[in-house]
C-alpha cells in the first residue's frame, strides 16, 4: 500500500466493527490514516428488524462454582495491584462470566448484549434485556447497578479518574468515546479473560458430563453415517451436506439437556473439506450430494448449560485410498503427540505446537491454522488466552490446571479431500515420578486429558504408520470411548443394542 500510495492514504472504517488493537497495528504505518466512515447499510437497510433483546439468565452457582460477589473481589484484588479503580468490560463472555448471566443476542453464544464499569465501590451493569425480579433483586444484593444498555455513552457522568480498558475488545465507537474524557487509561487485556480461562472444579465436572452426552450424540450420528447412508445411497437416496447437518442436530436434540449449536455446523466432502471453513450453504447453490466413495469432514459443537462443546471427526463412506489413509494417519500422529504429552508447568501452548505438527513435518506436511484455542463453559466456543499456534505472542501465559482447549489439527488437498481431527482437553497435573523425586526436581508437571469420547474410525487408519506407543494410546481410546459410553445406552432398545456393537467394533479394529 505504501509503495502504490507513498503520499499517504486514506482508509475508511466502521469504527463500531474494528477495535483499539487495529488501530495500534495501523499507527506503526504513518503513512495511513484512519477515516470514521459509518456503514452504509443503516441508509440503505430501510425493514432493518430490531436488534435481538432476549431475557437474561442466571448461570446456576452449581455450575459456575463461584458467585459473583466471589468474581468480584477477585477482579477488584487485580485492579488494586494495577492502582486503577476503574475496569471496563465490553466483551459479552467476560461479562457473562463476571456476573454469572446468560443470555440469547448472539447467534450460536448465550449472551447478552452489554457493557460494564467495575470501580472500588460498585459494578455497573448497562444492559437493556430483561430479567426477572429474582435475578435483579440477586444482581442488586451483589452490589451490581443495572442501567439501560444506551446509558453506557453517559459514563463521563460518573467522575471517573482512570479507565482500564481491554484493547481486543474495546471498539473504536467506545475508544473515541472514553478518549474523549482525557482521563489516564490503561490498554491492556481484561483480567476477566484470565480468571474465566481457569475453570472451578464444579465447571470441569459439569463440562465432562456435557461432554460425554455430546459425545453419545455423535456416537449415534456416525454410526448412522457409517452403518445407514452408504445403503440409503445405494437405494437411490439423494442425501446432502445440509441433510448430514440436520440429521447431527436431530441426534443432538434428542438430549433434553441440549440448547443449541455451538456454531454453524461444518460438513464438507471430499473437496469441500479442502477449504477449511467451508459450511454448507444450500440457498448459495454449496451444498455437495454424497456418494459411496465421499470422504466427510464433520466439524461441530453444542451448547449445553453444563458445557460447551467442539468435536471434528473425518470419515470415509467405504474403502479410502492409500493416500487418504496416509495423510489421515499423520495428521492422527500429531493429534495423539500432544494428547500424550507431559509438560512442564511454565510451558505455553503455543510452545507445545511444534509436538503436534512434528508428525507432519516429518512427511513434508502442515497447515496453517491453529492447533487449539480456548473453549468456555456454556460461554463462546472460542475462548482467549490458551491458543495452540506457531505463531507465538509476547503475551502467551503458561498452561495453567483446568484450562480447557481443543486439539486440532487438519491437512487440506486442495480439490482433492482434507482432513480434521478435533478433540476438547483438560489441562491437569501429572502425578511426580520416583525419578524426579529423587533428583529433586521440584518441576510441576501438566498433561491433557480428553474430554471428547469419539471414536476414531479404523479404516482410515494405516498402522504401519503409527508408533508402538502411538497405537497403544489410540487402542486405549478407543475402549476408553467404549466404557464411557455404553452406561449411557438402554440395552433394551435395539437401536442401542446395534450402536454398543458398533462401539466395540470400532475399538476391536484396532487392537
Given at each position: 500500500m505504501h509503495d502504490e500510495h507513498p503520499e499517504g492514504i486514506r482508509v475508511g472504517l466502521d469504527p463500531s466493527v474494528y477495535y483499539h488493537v487495529h488501530q495500534e497495528l495501523i499507527s506503526k504505518h504513518p503513512h495511513v490514516t484512519l477515516v470514521d466512515v459509518p456503514s452504509p447499510l443503516d441508509d440503505i437497510w430501510a425493514d432493518r428488524p430490531a436488534l435481538p433483546c432476549a431475557p437474561l439468565r442466571e448461570h446456576p452457582l452449581s455450575i459456575a462454582g463461584l458467585s459473583r460477589a466471589d468474581k468480584l473481589v477477585k477482579v477488584r484484588e487485580i485492579m488494586t495491584s494495577k492502582k486503577h479503580k476503574c475496569l471496563l468490560l465490553a466483551g459479552l463472555d467476560d461479562i457473562a462470566w463476571l456476573f454469572n448471566i446468560r443470555g440469547g443476542d448472539i447467534p450460536y453464544v448465550p449472551l447478552a448484549r452489554a457493557y460494564a464499569l467495575i470501580t472500588d465501590e460498585r459494578a455497573h451493569l448497562f444492559c437493556s434485556s430483561p430479567c426477572d425480579e429474582a435475578l435483579q433483586a440477586a444482581l442488586v444484593q451483589d452490589g451490581v447497578h443495572l442501567s439501560p444498555y444506551?446509558?453506557?455513552?453517559?459514563?463521563?457522568?460518573?467522575?471517573?479518574?482512570?479507565?482500564?480498558?481491554?484493547?481486543?475488545?474495546?471498539?473504536?465507537?467506545?475508544?473515541?468515546?472514553?478518549?474523549?474524557?482525557?482521563?489516564?487509561?490503561?490498554?491492556?487485556?481484561?483480567?476477566?479473560?484470565?480468571?474465566?480461562?481457569?475453570?472451578?472444579?464444579?465447571?470441569?465436572?459439569?463440562?465432562?458430563?456435557?461432554?460425554?452426552?455430546?459425545?453419545?450424540?455423535?456416537?449415534?450420528?456416525?454410526?448412522?453415517?457409517?452403518?445407514?447412508v452408504p445403503q440409503l445411497l445405494s437405494q437411490g437416496a439423494e442425501i446432502?451436506?445440509?441433510?448430514?447437518?440436520?440429521?447431527?442436530?436431530?441426534?443432538?436434540?434428542?438430549?433434553?439437556?441440549?440448547?443449541?449449536?455451538?456454531?454453524?455446523?461444518?460438513?464438507?466432502?471430499?473437496?469441500?473439506?479442502?477449504?477449511?471453513?467451508?459450511?454448507?450453504?444450500?440457498?448459495?447453490?454449496?451444498?455437495?450430494q454424497l456418494?459411496?466413495?465421499a470422504m466427510i469432514l464433520c466439524d461441530s459443537g453444542g451448547q449445553y448449560e453444563q458445557g460447551t462443546t467442539d468435536v471434528t471427526r473425518t470419515v470415509h463412506l467405504d474403502q479410502p485410498t492409500p493416500l487418504q489413509r496416509d495423510i489421515f494417519t499423520h495428521v492422527l500422529r500429531g493429534w495423539i503427540a500432544v494428547q500424550r504429552a507431559v509438560f512442564p508447568s511454565y510451558q505455553t501452548a503455543s510452545m507445545l505446537d511444534s509436538l503436534c505438527r512434528a508428525p507432519m513435518w516429518e512427511v513434508g506436511l502442515d497447515f496453517m491454522h491453529g492447533t487449539g484455542h480456548g473453549v468456555?463453559?456454556?460461554?463462546?466456543?472460542?475462548?482467549?488466552?490458551?491458543?495452540?499456534?506457531?505463531?507465538?505472542?509476547?503475551?502467551?501465559?503458561?498452561?495453567?490446571?483446568?484450562?480447557?482447549?481443543?486439539?486440532?489439527?487438519?491437512?487440506?488437498?486442495?480439490?482433492?479431500?482434507?482432513?480434521?481431527?478435533?478433540?476438547?482437553?483438560?489441562?491437569?497435573?501429572?502425578?511426580?515420578?520416583?525419578?524426579?523425586?529423587?533428583c529433586g526436581d521440584a518441576t510441576q508437571m501438566h498433561h491433557f486429558v480428553p474430554l471428547t469420547w469419539v471414536p476414531i474410525q479404523p479404516r482410515l487408519v494405516n498402522q504401519a504408520l503409527l508408533s508402538p506407543r502411538e497405537k497403544a494410546w489410540l487402542c486405549r481410546y478407543q475402549a476408553q470411548c467404549v466404557t464411557r459410553l455404553m452406561p449411557l445406552l438402554d440395552m433394551t432398545k435395539e437401536e442401542d443394542q446395534q450402536l454398543a456393537a458398533w462401539l466395540h467394533m470400532q475399538a476391536k479394529a484396532l487392537e
Open positions: 444506551e446509558s453506557f455513552h453517559e459514563i463521563g457522568t460518573l467522575g471517573l479518574e482512570s479507565l482500564w480498558a481491554d484493547p481486543q475488545t474495546t471498539n473504536l465507537r467506545v475508544d473515541a468515546m472514553i478518549t474523549a474524557l482525557n482521563i489516564p487509561i490503561l490498554w491492556e487485556t481484561s483480567p476477566v479473560q484470565w480468571l474465566k480461562s481457569i475453570k472451578t472444579e464444579e465447571e470441569i465436572q459439569a463440562m465432562k458430563q456435557c461432554h460425554l452426552r455430546d459425545s453419545l450424540a455423535l456416537a449415534r450420528f456416525f454410526h448412522w453415517v457409517e452403518t445407514q446432502t451436506e445440509q441433510g448430514l447437518v440436520e440429521q447431527l442436530l436431530a441426534f443432538r436434540a434428542r438430549d433434553p439437556t441440549f440448547l443449541d449449536p455451538s456454531f454453524e455446523t461444518i460438513v464438507a466432502c471430499d473437496a469441500n473439506a479442502a477449504v477449511v471453513h467451508y459450511h454448507p450453504e444450500p440457498e448459495l447453490g454449496a451444498n455437495a456418494h459411496r466413495q468456555g463453559c456454556y460461554s463462546v466456543v472460542h475462548e482467549s488466552p490458551p491458543r495452540f499456534s506457531f505463531r507465538a505472542l509476547p503475551s502467551d501465559k503458561a498452561l495453567k490446571c483446568n484450562q480447557v482447549m481443543t486439539v486440532e489439527p487438519g491437512c487440506y488437498l486442495e480439490k482433492q479431500f482434507g482432513v480434521r481431527i478435533e478433540n476438547l482437553v483438560c489441562v491437569e497435573e501429572w502425578e511426580k515420578t520416583a525419578l524426579g523425586e529423587l
